[in-house]
């Protein structure tokens, strides 16, 4: 009788055990991030989508959306700048929540990560000095620069796709000062942030942009298999709805790129 009620003693808390495990296995990331009060969002600066005001605060498109987002879940939405290269690692050993920064949804992307659907229309373009714009029509043009770009980035991939030397940086906009600086003669960037940081009346009045190397869509990034994609793909469809997502995007210049929810 002895080993028969140690037996049933044991089969019981095997039971607990398993069934305590199967709940922590199966919670799904809008309760942990509810759980835990922050949705933690990686990103890069990227304007305009994340960057920082002269107070030090993320705004941008992406980031405005996020705050709403985090508004929604009844959370603080927290910022954090992640090394692009490595952003799936950082979702996956929860330094993060959400990749959420003008992020292109590539095969190798879509298949690491549970993907939003697409909320903006992008491409990557070649950015050169003004006074060397006009020689710069076609690929073949710019074959003959030294080119920067974002390690881990959409540019990487156009400059490997189309045979061009670069170094790999940190970000896009380090990738822009090289070649302010003269370090490289090219980089490539978003059109999106393209259109925010270089040109007349920015802070690299004297960089333009000139071939359009690929056309790409923006997703937002979760843990594979999470509940927050969709969450978030919800979210935005409402703000598409009542207006406030184009409203957000008019505010950073992006309304143009918005696809509709």
Known sequence: MKRVAALLMTLVLMSLLLAGCGKKGAQKDVDYIKDKGTLIVGITDFAPMDY????G?????????????ADSLG????FVEIDWDNKV????????????????????????????????NNAQVVVVSKDIADSIKTT?????????????????????????????????ADAVMEVQAGTSGACIIDLLMAGAMIGDG???????????LTTEEYGIGCRKGSDLAEYINKQLKAYYDDGSLAQTAKTYGVQDALIAQ
Not at 75 to 78: A, T, W
Not at 90 to 107: A, F, H, Q
Not at 145 to 163: D, H, R
Request: charge should be negative; hydrophobic fraction near 40%.
């Open 202 to 212: 920015t802070s690299y009045p004297n960089l333009a942009h000139t071939v359009e």
């Open 89 to 120: 690692l950082e979702l996956n050993n929860k330094s993060i929540d959400v990749v959420w920064n003008g992020m292109t949804l590539t095969p190798e992307v879509t298949e690491a990560m549970e993907c939003t659907k697409a909320y903006l």
């Open 140 to 172: 073949a043009d710019a074959r003959a620069l030294g080119f920067a770009v974002e390690a881990g980035s959409a540019g990487e991939e156009a400059a490997k796709e189309n045979g061009l030397n670069f170094i790999s940086v940190t970000s896009q």
């Open 75 to 78: 959370v603080k939405c927290e």
């Open 57 to 69: 605060k993320w705004i941008g498109f992406d980031a405005d959306l996020a705050r709403k987002v």
């Open 52 to 55: 920082k005001d002269d107070s």
